[in-house]
């Protein structure tokens, strides 16, 4: 076994990761105050702490690791509202209204990261893409009609086919337009950029462990020390300060991807299989 292929054997490799480089910061060193806490350096806590920053509120962010290296890091970079049979799923669970929201805020999401990339003038790859579930079994089929029928009960646009440019037959596909795909840790070294001309306080190899409830202010523990704040927003893969037994309703999940070469030229659109096992709970970017 050649050095290249040790590495790749016993690695977990990110094309992101491996093509940009983010800035380090320092871990916190005994106490500081801030009027909002950011727990989490992922895409969340990254714009979330921007967005605060750029309306003047003093804000600071930590990560219990590295800047994006975790689900951020290793995403598959699409921006869509398109997440498997989910829309289907989320009428029968929780009603058409609530299923509405989801991708309202998903969609709000794609015109927020287009626009703020258009207007700073960004370089990340970013390109507008359909995105594509399809099915290769019956079954299969008939999920995807059933998810057809939840965009026509939402208002979602959405076009059924059984024609794709796929290497492989398909029963039937249905297609999202207007999705994006980008190059997340590009797009994200703007970002932190920008958080750090605005002075805002980042620190990594920070775990946050618990909050403590004081009079006035709010104290979030540390490995490394303590922070007060007014205010603590959560985003984390997996809530620290979990008083809802949210642990009760999580579970350990692993997905794999090999990226390779082709001989020919791509299809446009980003495409996923409406037989992956519990597509209908994939999150968004």
Not at 18 to 23: A, K, S, W, Y
Not at 85 to 114: P, T, V
Not at 141 to 159: M, S, V
């Amino acid at each position: 076994m050649t050095e290249k292929q040790n590495r790749f054997s016993e690695e977990t490799l990110s094309i992101w990761r491996d093509t940009v480089h983010l800035p380090a910061f320092s871990p916190l060193k005994g106490a500081c105050a801030t009027d909002v806490l950011v727990v989490g350096a992922g895409i969340t806590g990254i714009t979330t702490a921007y967005m605060l920053a750029k309306r003047g509120v003093q804000v600071t962010l930590i990560d219990a690791s590295k800047l994006a290296s975790g689900t951020t890091g290793y995403t598959t970079a699409k921006i869509s509202a398109q997440h498997g049979l989910i829309y289907d799923h989320l009428i029968r669970s929780m009603g058409e209204e609530k299923a509405a929201l989801y991708y309202q805020a998903n969609k709000e999401g794609l015109h927020w990261i287009g626009n703020h990339i258009k207007e700073n003038d960004l370089h990340c790859d970013f390109n507008m893409q359909p995105s594509i579930l399809y099915a290769t079994s019956d079954k299969e089929a008939q999920d995807i009609e059933k998810e057809k029928k939840a965009y026509d009960q939402l208002g979602i646009l959405g076009t059924l086919t059984d024609s794709v440019p796929l290497p492989f037959a398909v029963k039937n596909a249905l297609i999202m337009p207007g999705q994006a795909q980008f190059h997340p840790l590009m797009y994200l070294h703007e970002l932190i950029a920008e958080l750090v001309k605005m002075n805002v306080p980042i620190y990594e190899e920070t775990l946050a462990e618990t909050i403590e409830e004081k009079e006035t202010e709010r104290q979030v523990k540390t490995k490394n020390g303590s922070i007060s704040c007014q205010h603590v927003l959560i985003c984390s893969h997996f809530p620290f300060y979990d008083y809802r037994f949210y642990f009760a309703r999580m579970f350990p999940e692993r997905s794999y991807l090999l990226a390779c070469e082709t001989d020919g030229a791509l299809p446009d659109g980003m495409y996923l299989s409406a037989g992956i096992r519990n597509a209908r709970f994939a999150g968004c970017i």
